[in-house]
């Protein structure tokens, strides 16, 4: 195969792969080598289009958190044209429009220089449903490819990804037309505040759990720490049920005065109490035909759960100053970051509630347990802030995207928006450079805390030995000859090395165990041992007794 022509095998190749039972990640990871094989290029990404927004659905060349990232079509020029057009485009190599992936290409820093660059759109039915973009240092490198091989790479790279939209809509039993499933993907998420981003095992088992139980119109209790997205949660069951084109209507239930709480839920009429001098909407009456969000849950006052259990058991609400009730037909979602089931326990919580409002429990996992998510919800981020800020191109260094992963991030994904806002901030107020990058002085809080918390490992150690046996356990070994220069960075990770695997030795591989002898978060000795190579592998063996 030459590196313009694309053979027959490898369209044999490709169909089986649309054809067999693989994942969707397998066939566009298949699709993008095949493409790679044919077309000599640095990177090429896949993406989808979602009403005026591309999705990176999958990428070859560039940095991960190009994944997370949502490019707003009419922002980038060169996604703008391609999405125009009909035929493939190819991009002069002089071409002053600014390259929505500077910044991003593995292995060059910097704004780009002069490349080939070239994006193929993507038609099913004769409507555009995505991208395809290819990228090369080599300028000129895609004029001479012919007309058939592009028609080629452009007709599988559509039925690649129209076929992982079918199985997506079979998958989730969607009923819907094309045009609605492109509204609520697309209109409703940019409305709504965003999606659920992260393909941690965590996150992959809430996304099927919102899956299988949004449907069914139970009573839904959100549980969390601040800030991992319980809001977006309830917003996501809320347009995938059978009441998405109702209201979703917001009630923060720490926010509201105690005396005025029955009044913003149930409404009230002229003259109920000093001050009502008009008749008044309940929250549950505007989330008739639709659903509610009761927000920290836990703050009602005793007197008012009574009420809201009733509502729970016969869908009826009794205005203030109001003799007769009213009928509602209201689907209650509730969020919390306290343990309901303690307050229950402490008579700070009605039992009998929480039993109704938690017909299934969901628990939305802190940032530190979703490994991997930090950098794809990172790029998510600076595209967002990008264009908030207007800076043509925003980029984040592997030295600041390390500290991100190695960060505990005690305020969740709410603190991780926060702090690249303010790194991107901080970049940006250095210069009018063309691609404005983020790294480790922008973040140096975090560096603190996370050199910090890992040294943590090496003081706690400490704890119970007396100065002579600290000394022996740190010096045993080292040899320091007169004017060598010794790496404290290498010492000591060396250090905690030899005591993580002792005592993960001596606990038998339990990580929690260890991580409680060691007096740190059993989050961080997972991440730091991660860092410095440490893996427990379990062998199964067969007695011969």
């Not at 690649?160 to 509204?183: D, G, P, R």
């Not at 306290?338 to 929480?354: H, N, P, T």
């Not at 980029?395 to 303010?422: C, F, K, M, Q, T």
Request: glycine residues 8%.
């Amino acid at each position: 195969m030459t590196m313009i022509d694309i053979s027959s095998t490898a369209l044999i190749e490709l169909a089986l792969d649309l054809a067999n039972s693989l994942t969707t990640k397998d066939r566009f990871d298949r699709l993008l080598s095949t493409v790679r094989r044919t077309v000599n290029c640095d990177a090429v990404v896949l993406l989808h289009v979602q009403g005026e927004r591309l999705k990176p659905l999958a990428q070859q060349g560039l940095s991960k958190d190009s994944l997370g990232r949502r490019f707003d079509i009419q922002a980038h020029p060169r996604f703008e044209i391609i999405c125009g057009s009909q035929t493939p485009v190819r991009f002069a190599a002089d071409c002053m429009l600014p390259d929505p992936y500077d910044g991003m290409l593995l292995g060059h820093e910097g704004d780009l220089p002069v490349h080939a660059c070239m994006g193929l759109p993507l038609l099913a039915d004769g409507l555009l449903i995505g991208v395809l973009t290819l990228d090369s240092m080599t300028p000129q490198v895609f004029d001479e490819l012919p007309k058939r091989t592009l028609d080629v790479i452009s007709s599988m790279s559509a039925a690649t990804l129209k076929t992982a939209i079918l199985l997506q809509e079979l998958e989730s039993h969607s009923l819907h037309s094309q045009e609605l499933v492109a509204e609520l993907t697309n209109e409703a998420l940019v409305k709504d505040g965003g999606e659920l981003i992260g393909d941690s095992p965590v996150m992959l088992k809430l996304k099927r759990e919102i899956d299988m139980v949004a449907v069914s119109g139970f009573s839904i209790l959100i549980e969390g720490e601040t800030g991992v997205g319980k809001e977006l949660v309830a917003r996501t069951l809320h347009r995938q049920s059978a009441r998405s084109d109702g209201p979703l209507v917001y009630v923060n239930c720490a926010a509201l005065p105690e005396n005025l709480i029955e009044s913003e839920l149930f409404g009230h009429v002229k003259g109920a109490f000093t001050g009502a001098d008009r008749n008044r909407t309940g929250k549950f009456s505007l989330a008739d035909g639709g659903t509610i969000f009761l927000d920290e849950i836990g703050e009602l006052p005793l007197g008012v759960q009574s009420k809201l259990l009733r509502v729970l058991q016969s869908q009826e609400i009794q205005p203030v100053g109001k003799d007769a009730t009213e009928q509602v037909n209201v689907r209650i979602l509730a969020a919390t970051n306290r343990k309901l089931k303690l307050e229950v326990s402490e008579a700070r919580f009605r039992a009998d509630l929480y039993h109704r409002l938690s017909v299934y429990p969901i628990s939305v996992p802190p940032l530190r347990e979703r490994e991997g998510d930090v950098t794809l919800l990172a790029g998510y981020f600076i595209e967002q802030i990008r264009r908030k800020l207007g800076i043509r191109q925003l980029a984040i260094d592997a030295s600041a995207i390390s500290i991100l992963n190695r960060y505990d991030w005690p305020g969740n994904v709410r603190e991780l928006e926060h702090v690249i806002g303010r790194a991107a901030l901080r970049a940006k107020g250095r210069g009018d450079q063309a691609i404005v990058r983020i790294d480790t002085r922008h973040i140096e809080q975090l560096v603190d805390s996370v050199e910090r918390s890992e040294g943590l490992l090496l003081s706690s150690s400490s704890n119970g030995l007396n100065t002579d046996v600290l000394t022996t356990v740190l010096t045993a070994g080292l040899v320091v000859d007169k004017g060598t220069s010794v790496s404290l960075k290498l010492e000591t990770e060396a250090f905690q090395c030899k005591l993580i695997t002792r005592v993960l030795s001596q606990e038998s591989g339990n990580w929690s165990a260890a991580a409680k002898r060691l007096q740190t978060d059993r989050a961080n000795l997972s991440r730091l041992a991660k860092r410095l190579g440490i893996s427990v592998t379990k062998a199964v063996t067969l007695s011969t007794d």
